[in-house]
């Protein structure tokens, strides 16, 4: 009886809004990033006065041995966006083109449209924290 009725709530979409609405009921889940780089350019300021946000990236590299004995490093770039107030300030006033930082944020997915007019998936972490390491 109850799994036929909650596949009924499941499949009136019910289900996710007991969820949501019923705070006994939420779930914990975690989101959380940790990346130790450097930064690949200086911090710039987007957005407008209303709804700034400070963006840069960050390179983190993996080494891989080969059986050969060859080292092969592989370099992944990360888009780091930070919306807090202080911490956006920090950033432009601090932070600059190959410093070592550590970020911790969490990851967010979306889409932009290119300048063709054409979707494009996104990845950013929204940093809640940066550490800036002197070089």
Known sequence: MISSNIGKLVAR???HRAYCTDPTRIEKTV???TLLGRVGADPQ????DEHPVVMFSVATHSNYKYESGDWMQKTDWH???VFKP???DAVMSYLKKGQRTMVTGK????EITDQEGKQRGTTSII???VIFLQN
């Open 45 to 48: 300021k987007r957005g407008n």
């Open 86 to 88: 202080g911490l956006r």
């Open 127 to 129: 940093a809640d924290d």
């Open 31 to 33: 989101n959380t990033v």
């Open 107 to 110: 990851i967010t997915y979306g």
């Open 79 to 81: 888009r780091v966006v």
């Open 13 to 15: 979409g019910a289900l």
